[in-house]
């Protein structure tokens, strides 16, 4: 029964897409094509349905490793963000003389950057026990402004006639497709070797194991001598490393350039996608292709029903709404009460 | 046995005291306010109340005396409807009642303050009070109303301010406004005083009594003996879920009534002497203010643990143990270096993890999510302790290894469970504390900690676990015991210590102990222990 409840929200969420649609006076069968059977009739929109899942299932296996332990890393999408900066700058401005070094340097830097951001939470909560739900969500937005910074300022391309966008990567600091007539990359390997990755951190290292206890039970984590600090730091590290990799993976890859706007939501909706993969490796590797299908579904109904773009918010905000609500039902009964 | 005491003490009891307490202010004799006959509640494994009978008169303060783990809780939750009897009936003013739930009995107007407070902190006084009556009523007249009651007994609260910036005493006299706004007839209170300063236990007591001139009974809940003597008119003894007695408090000795509480049927202690060896654990000055609010803080504890020596350290709950654990395991750090040494080596700035690097293992009193991670099974659970001692190599659990620790521990202790594999919440208390005490015997301790060895444990797996902390002791290991069960200390241990208020006495050769000073020195009447004097050999 427990494992149910992603099920079951999903069904719950495709009924109220059913009655959204029917409302706003669409044909829902028409409309469900649109959403769920159009953008996935070619291998260019199954090459889409990947490509928006890699950076869903990357952001969310390294937030998983951290809920797990009873760490809330809600800002996914600063660190996301900072690693694509990181990356970016070393893709713009050394890429050219790396060559073929290029790219790795740039993921690692990717990485790093978005450990950075997620150090300021680690330390905060940490050495001052601030909530790091309050700090790595208000970071996020601090992270927007700097790479908006960045593309109206300082690294602005000067041949781009004043648009807030900087110059195009060199091609040796592109990612290639996986094969012709797709865009999704070799950042898709590495986020099914990352799931494998963290399936074997979370359980056969002692550290996944000392990080499950500090999740589970902390009273029994303090009594076996593990460090909630070591605890908290290990887990934002994981995730913001997570978040900053799949933020190059996604400018280095589909983008090719640095733009006020890096992504429509991929952080906070990897926390819906942790969330409904059960924190699981596997579990997130099929969440996060139901949530790239929303994304899709979503944009071909904006083309082809004229329905909003915020149909697809509603439809994420709609499947973590009843995620929650299947759990809350499982674990307890409503009762009738007397007066 | 306990039936005979309570006959025999029932007629030490003078005729006119009696009468008194069996007369409301009109003057007119009538049925009690509560009585309880035949109460009998039990757990899994535990019996908590054996044939209570009970009996509170109008405008009476009635003393609830007993250990912890006596049954006043179970008493008092069958009271106040949280739990039924499984037999025994219950009459309230002549009538036969029932109460099926707290809201029924604060109808029948019996209100309780318990004793760790369920304020909101964000919320205003007169905003928790509304949450927890039962009627509705405007803002501006509960303001009122609290306002008459505060002023009528002297309980100054202000019904806009906000719970979180009140003390403690003030939270509780919020708590007692709450249950007076009920016009109760029967108030129950429980360990009122233990988070109270002495000067606002005063004016507890002067509340207490005015309600009682006003014919308010009262049950009030205490283990201290000098404030029960002071305020109650009875008081009833629980010892083992049984009454053991009553009295009137104001005409007993502090020894006598804890002799009640206590009992003096002891067994017979089955150790064999055996010379300590060196000293393995020593405390020495050991301070530590309690993170916790309603904790204890410790002063100047000093304790020598040799060797081949089981000692005990007997007190009621709350008066410094969890922080004493928590010194001695590394869970707290305390200041300097020499508060505690490990084997001859300083370990006050050790985290648990070095600290049973050196050799100590340790056994916390909660044992599902301190002791034992509830979700993990058994094997997974070794690993928490048993990292050091092969389970986890180069980084990685060694899953063959820690699945054959938990199968040896459980086949050598006989935890009963479905094997290693077995969730730990699946285990009842009893076995899951065999299988604990079982895991850090099997790490091999120079030093072992073990907090309430058997509490709430069956009689069948105290033995077992009291003979295996007998037979470390035999192979030369320093044990050091925190109980509550005095009839367990002497059982067991070569030395005892008693810790009240933060402070720890001498530790004193059983032999040369009986259970009366014992009694006593739980009430904080004894000389602590010294640096110098804790560190005298222990002779049998």
């Known amino acids: 029964m427990r494992l149910a409840s992603s099920p079951l929200a999903a069904l719950a969420m495709l009924a109220t897409i059913f009655l959204t649609l029917s409302v706003l006076g669409k044909d829902p069968v028409a409309a469900f094509k649109v959403f769920f059977v159009e953008p996935f009739g070619s291998l260019y929109g199954i090459g889409e349905l990947l490509l928006k899942a890699t950076p869903l299932m990357i952001c969310a296996l390294g937030l998983a490793v951290g809920y797990r332990a009873n760490v809330w890393n809600i800002g996914a999408e600063g660190q996301f963000t900072m690693g694509a900066i990181a990356g970016s700058g070393i893709g713009l401005f050394h890429g050219a003389a790396l060559g073929a070094g290029a790219l790795p340097l740039m993921l690692t830097a990717g990485v790093l950057g978005g450990m950075a ?13 601030t909530s790091e739900i309050f700090t790595s969500l208000m970071l996020v937005y601090i992270a927007q402004l700097f790479l908006s910074y960045l593309v109206h300022g300082p690294w602005r391309d000067p041949a781009g006639q004043n648009f807030p966008q900087s110059q195009p990567f060199p091609d040796n600091a592109l990612l290639p497709p996986l094969f012709e007539g797709v865009r999704a990359n070799g950042g898709l390997i590495l986020a099914l070797v990352l799931a494998a990755l963290s399936w074997w951190f979370g359980s056969v290292t002692a550290a996944g194991y000392r990080m499950r206890v500090s999740g589970l039970a902390p009273a029994a984590a303090a009594y076996a001598g593990i460090s909630p600090r070591w605890n908290i730091w290990l887990a934002l590290m994981i995730s913001g490393g997570a978040a900053g990799l799949a933020g190059i993976l996604e400018v280095a890859g589909p983008i090719g350039v640095l733009q006020p706007v890096i992504s429509p939501g991929y952080g906070f909706a990897a926390i819906i996608v942790a969330f409904v993969g059960r924190l699981h490796p596997i579990g997130i590797v099929l969440a996060s292709l139901l949530m790239s299908a929303l994304y899709l579904g979503g944009e071909s109904a904006q083309i082809e029903l004229q329905l909003p773009a915020s149909v697809s918010g509603l439809f994420q905000g709609a499947l973590l709404f009843f995620l929650l609500a299947a759990e809350l039902f499982i674990h307890f009964r409503l009762r009738r009460l007397r007066a | 046995m306990s039936q005979e005491h309570s006959r025999t003490n029932v007629e030490r009891i003078p005729k006119t005291v009696r009468s008194r307490a069996n007369t409301v202010r009109g003057g007119t004799v009538t049925a009690p306010r509560l009585a309880l006959r035949g109460i009998s509640k039990r757990y899994a494994s535990v019996i908590a109340n054996d044939a209570i009978d009970l009996s509170v008169a109008a405008g009476e303060i009635h003393a609830l005396l007993g ?13 106040y409807g949280v739990t039924q009897p499984d037999t025994g009936s219950m009459e309230w003013e002549g009538a036969p009642v029932a109460i099926r739930s707290p809201s029924e009995a604060r109808r029948l107007g019996i209100g309780m303050v318990f004793q760790h407070f369920a304020l909101f902190e964000s919320l205003t006084v007169a905003q928790n009070i509304a949450l927890a009556l039962d009627e509705r009523m405007p803002t501006l007249e509960l303001a009122e109303r609290i306002n008459a009651v505060s002023a009528r007994y002297g309980l100054p609260v202000a019904p806009d301010r906000l719970v979180h910036g009140l003390s403690v005493g003030e939270r509780q006299r919020v708590e007692i406004v709450r249950c007076l706004l009920q016009s109760p007839r029967l108030l129950i209170m429980d360990e009122p005083t233990s988070v109270l300063t002495p000067q606002a236990v005063r004016v507890l007591f002067g509340t207490l009594r005015r309600l009682a001139e006003e014919g308010v009974s009262i049950l009030y809940i205490s ?7 002071e305020l109650c008119d009875v008081a009833t003894v629980l010892r083992n ?9 104001s005409a007993e000795s502090n020894a006598s009534l804890a002799r009640l509480m206590v009992g003096n049927d002891l067994k017979e202690c089955t150790l064999r002497p055996r010379e300590p060896g060196s000293l393995r ?12 609010p ?31 654990l928590a010194a001695i395991s590394g869970e707290a ?5 020499a508060a505690v040494r490990l084997c001859g080596k300083d370990a006050a700035s050790s985290s648990p993890a070095a ?17 034992a991670v509830p979700a993990m099974h058994l094997a997974d659970n070794c690993v928490l302790t048993g990292a050091g001692a092969g389970l986890v190599r180069r980084g990685l659990v060694r899953s063959g290894a820690s699945r054959a620790f938990a199968r040896a521990t459980i086949a050598q202790f006989a935890v009963k469970c479905s094997g290693e594999l077995a969730p730990a919440e699946s285990l009842s208390g009893g076995n899951l504390q065999k299988f604990i005490v079982g895991r850090e015997i099997r790490l091999a301790p120079q030093v072992m900690l073990v907090a309430q060895p058997t509490w709430g444990v069956d009689v069948g797996a105290s033995l077992v676990i009291r003979q295996a902390l007998i037979d470390l002791r035999d192979a030369g290991v320093a044990v050091l015991v925190i109980s509550e069960e005095l009839d367990e200390l002497f059982a067991i241990c070569d030395r005892l210590a008693v810790l009240a208020r933060g402070r720890l006495s001498a530790a004193v050769p059983t032999a040369q102990l009986i259970p009366e000073t014992v009694g006593i020195w739980m009430t904080g009447a004894f000389e602590p222990a010294v640096a110098a004097g804790s560190a005298a050999p222990a002779g049998r």
Request: aromatic share 4%.
């Open chain 2, 294 to 324: 309603f904790g204890t803080s410790l002063e100047q504890i000093n304790l020598g643990v040799r060797g081949g020596e089981i000692v005990g350290i007997a007190g009621v709950s709350g008066n410094g143990q969890r922080e004493l």
């Open chain 2, 223 to 229: 283990h201290k003996l000098d404030e029960i003597r």
């Open chain 2, 333 to 337: 750090l305390c200041a300097p270096r």
């Open chain 2, 355 to 371: 600290r049973r690097r050196l050799g100590l293992c340790f056994v916390p009193e909660e044992r599902l999510g301190r002791g």
């Open chain 2, 241 to 249: 879920g049984r009454v053991s007695g009553t009295a009137i408090p």
């Open chain 2, 281 to 292: 654990l020593e405390l020495t000055d050991l301070s530590l203010e309690s993170a916790d």
């Open chain 1, 117 to 129: 951001w997620a150090a300021i939470p680690a330390f905060l909560r940490a050495r001052f026990h």
């Open chain 2, 67 to 79: 250990e912890n783990g006596a049954g006043k809780s179970t008493l008092m939750k069958i009271v």
